[in-house]
């Protein structure tokens, strides 16, 4: 088996979306604890997906489901009243988002190897802006809004290996999540698992991969060592 | 208005389809003239996609399409004992397309200004073929397999739209192709042609727009140029 083309998480795998709202939110709202804000925002994003993944609803994009989310849970924190030009920013913060140290440098050394898609819920647009934030280079973007669908349903998977047109173990599925990692394996896709210890801050992150997978990294340029790049 | 993403037609407008056809075609097929071999093999390429457009068949990639044109065509031409193998190539010869010479440089500047995107009827795999071979780099990969259905039809110009979040009158159209211009047009598009005089080799090809456009440039520097890129 050669790896032939790599497709990535990116929240939390390539990006800190924890720091990055953190810092969006204090800035936004005054007196805001912005870690235990994004904390309880992120809580809300896979239940948000599910109604889509269900078929309860047509697809929509993630800002869409964030903004929903972030109605929800600035009535708990009783902030309701923030105002509409807030919340859009708010929910821009999600494009404002920092890749982690190592992830500029790795990427630019496996994309001389490799074809680059981000497999990712986020919509083309948001990952444009990371992409474009962060200096990455991708071949092309697949996930959610190609697939009109959210991970882990097993068509995003089996679209972004067609898509890309290698065989599905030639094709390299990279996550910091073991959940992913198992969907994509069942799709016969190989993986990679990127440990990101401070994800989730005080809660820390996975260390190393909860399933079986073909590649289990301390970051990602250890990844690009591992695959010769 | 001010223009913020630039769309690509890809095929004529930012590579030389028929020269690139033509010279895989005469390796693979000895004796074969080329360039009628390609203006052959182009001109069944709208009505091939016609029963996409139609609803009559589910959407298959241009590939696919190429492959079944071909067949038909290597009949209407005695050559229908040509093997598998040599037809494999054939289709892939659309993958080996060079671009036209200005257009590296001036995707690069154009890059530093502008959201890129392919609005093109290629699959994914194919312009990824395509940029990685002329050294191109776009942010996104839209048009056929994102849509699932072919230009002109009006969801692939609206879809390219509301992808990258931009309004359609700053999503610039560009192609060599009144008629694909007319079609973005008719959804709010921005457009830009860029004259394209030997797409078809001795047929010549469009020196200038035949309908009302944004822009009218003599290639793709001259279109960035005009932008201020």
Redesign the interface.
Known sequence: MAIRALVFDTFGTLVDWRSGVAREAERLIPGLDGGAFADAWRARYQPSMEAVRSGKRPFVDLDTLQAESLDGLLADLGRADAGTAVKRELVLAWHRLDAWPEVPAAMADLRKAF?LAPLSNG???L??AL??RNGL??????GA??SRDYKPKPALYRDAVA???FCADETLMVAAHSDDLAAAAGEGLSTAHVARPSENGPAGGETGPAVAVTFAARDLADLARQLGA
Request: aromatic share 10%; charged share 20%; hydrophobic share 70%.
């Open positions: 074809v919509h083309v647009r990952i444009v992409a474009r280079v991708f071949d092309a973007v697949l809004e190609f898509a890309l047109g």
